[in-house]
């Protein structure tokens, strides 16, 4: 059975990146226009002529947000559950090659997370680790999906790849969804970012949301890390990615993240930079190019850019996060895998939100959005 990476090598990175540059203003008044945009309506809308309608965009976007969600946003919360790691990436605070301590929670100290998390009032958890298999393997996030489940409404996670029978048997302990990003679908690029580990292997993780697929997961989450390639074409092919997948695996529910690189033990600067004004265009125009899919917003972005963003595109944001494990309670100290930007608490994230209108979800939308 063919997966997505037969369809993405009939693409050239160039070719596709000289053609979204090539979009002119007529391209983007028709896109803007139109009720259903396809992929060169996506192209017009990331290209630099969409510039002088960014206004008109975010007014497109906003109302549209609102049809299909109405005046709400879902509140998660991410737990670091190990910064182990056997992967060299160039842009991670858990490389391999980085000397940092490293820990792997224990029972006892994930339910002690958990409680900080479940006072605060968060029903859905996302479980991070980094990719080292002997210690945070499969039973590991096994034993702490079914260890936490009965506390949380859905739980979501962020760890290494796995295959189609390993997500399976996670789905039947209680797993609700999978982010996983390409970080870049440039694929020399891509190389030199992960030279060594299993992360390494460009088509297994190209291919995981195939997998994914067909483990009958509830929920994937997609996304590319911007600052590694030009944002423009990783977006368009995460775009590509999305609508294959929509088709194939047409049961499964979808998220688009927005991480730019952000500062870490190791410090990789930006090989393109992505400015406030680019990434309010793109998610402006992947609500544009999907009114339904979910568009999530983390706390490496800063307080001012998510107090603006949060009504004009985004349904699901994080708060108080620590990207350390053990960073709520056990160990607060322990080393970041990125430094985050909005530092605020739970209550003043929710008290924000209240204050723009919108209603905090904890749980699941209601369904009367959907």
């Known amino acids: 059975m063919s997966t997505f990476t037969t369809l993405f090598d009939t693409y050239n990175w160039d070719a596709t990146l000289s053609s979204i540059f090539n979009k002119t203003t007529s391209d983007v ?3 803007l ?12 809308l990331i290209s630099p002529e969409a510039k002088p309608f960014l206004e008109q965009m975010a007014q497109k ?29 160039t842009y991670c605070g858990f490389s391999l090659t980085n000397k940092i301590a490293r820990r792997t929670l224990t029972n ?95 088509n297994y993780r190209l291919e995981t949301p195939d997998r994914l697929g067909k483990a009958g997961i509830h929920k994937i989450g997609l996304g590319a890390l911007f600052g590694l390639e030009d944002w423009r ?4 092919f995460t775009a590509l990615h999305l609508k294959y997948l ?11 993240s927005f991480p730019r690189l952000r500062p870490h033990s190791g410090g990789l600067e930006p090989k393109v930079e992505m400015t406030d004004a680019d990434l309010v265009q793109l998610i402006c125009a992947f609500r544009l190019f999907d009114e339904d899919v979910e568009l999530s917003m983390s706390t490496r972005e800063s307080e001012v850019f998510r107090d603006n963003i ?11 996060s ?29 008290q924000m939100l209240k204050n723009q209108g919108l209603e905090v979800v904890w749980k699941d939308w209601d369904k009367t959005y959907f």
């Open 322 to 350: 620590k990207t350390n494990p053990g960073g709520y309670t056990v160990d607060p100290q322990s080393l970041e895998q990125f430094e985050i930007s909005d530092e605020r608490s739970t209550e003043e994230i929710v």
């Open 61 to 89: 976007s906003k109302a549209l947000t609102k049809k299909r969600f109405g005046n709400t946003i879902q509140m998660y919360a991410p737990m670091y559950l190990s910064n182990e790691c056997q992967n060299i990436c």
């Open 233 to 236: 074409a990783d977006s368009f």
């Open 108 to 202: 006892t100290e994930i339910l002690k997370e958990v409680s900080f998390l479940k006072a605060k009032g968060y029903d859905h958890i996302l479980l991070v680790t980094g990719e080292a298999n002997q210690t945070v393997g499969v039973d590991y996030i096994k034993n702490a999906i079914q260890l936490i489940r009965s506390q949380f409404s859905n739980i979501t996670i962020e760890i290494q790849p796995l295959d189609q029978n390993e997500y399976e048997l996670l789905i039947e302990s209680g797993l609700y969804a999978v982010l996983v990003y390409q970080e870049t679908y440039h694929r020399e690029e891509y190389k030199k970012h992960h030279p060594k580990g299993k992360k390494s292997n460009f």
């Open 246 to 256: 929509q088709k194939t695996y047409w049961k499964t529910k979808y998220s688009i």
């Open 29 to 31: 008044e028709q896109a």
């Open 310 to 320: 949060v009504n004009l595109g985004a349904t699901s944001i994080s708060a108080e």
């Open 33 to 44: 226009v139109k009720d259903k945009r396809n992929l060169e309506d996506f192209k017009a």
